[in-house]
C-alpha cells in the first residue's frame, strides 16, 4: 500500500526496494573501498579487491567523482583494475575510493 501511494511515474526503483532482499545487494555492492595502487606522482594503476561488473565502477578522489573515458581521467583496463590517464596521476596526499557492483560470475 505505501509503495503505490509514494509511487512516481516512470522512476527507476531497484528490485531490492521491492522484494526486501536487501541481503543480496549488500553482498554485491561495494562501497568506499580502497583500491590498492601507489599515491606517488607517478603511479596510473589501481586494483580493486573483487572483480566488478565493467561499467559499475565509480572513482572518487578527494571526494570527487571522476570521469570515465580515454579522454577524462580514468579507463577500466581488467576485471579489476582501472588506470588513470596520463597527467592524471595521484599525488601524494590524495585519496582514492571506489564503489562497484561486485561481479558474482
Same mark, same amino acid.
Do not use: C
Given at each position: 500500500?505505501?509503495?503505490? !501511494?509514494?509511487?512516481?511515474? @516512470?522512476? !527507476?526503483? *531497484? +528490485?531490492?526496494?521491492?522484494? @526486501? ?7 554485491? $555492492?561495494? !562501497? $568506499? ?10 603511479? *596510473? ?8 561488473? +565493467?561499467?559499475?565502477?565509480? #572513482?572518487? #578522489? ?16 581488467? %576485471? @579489476?583494475? *582501472?588506470?588513470?590517464? %596520463? ?7 590524495? $585519496?582514492?575510493? #571506489? $564503489? ?6
Amino acid at each position: 500500500m505505501g509503495l503505490k !501511494k509514494n509511487f512516481i511515474p @516512470n522512476t !527507476k526503483i *531497484l +528490485s531490492a526496494e521491492i522484494n @526486501n532482499n536487501f541481503d543480496i545487494i549488500e553482498r554485491w $555492492d561495494i !562501497k $568506499d573501498e580502497i583500491p590498492t595502487g601507489a599515491i606517488n606522482g607517478v603511479n *596510473l594503476i589501481y586494483t580493486t579487491a573483487n572483480n566488478y561488473v +565493467s561499467g559499475s565502477l565509480v #572513482v572518487m #578522489v578527494d571526494g570527487i567523482r571522476q570521469l570515465k573515458g580515454v579522454t577524462k581521467h580514468y579507463i577500466e583496463t581488467g %576485471a @579489476n583494475s *582501472l588506470s588513470f590517464n %596520463a597527467g592524471y596521476a595521484l599525488q601524494a596526499g590524495q $585519496d582514492i575510493v #571506489v $564503489d562497484y557492483r561486485r561481479n558474482m560470475s
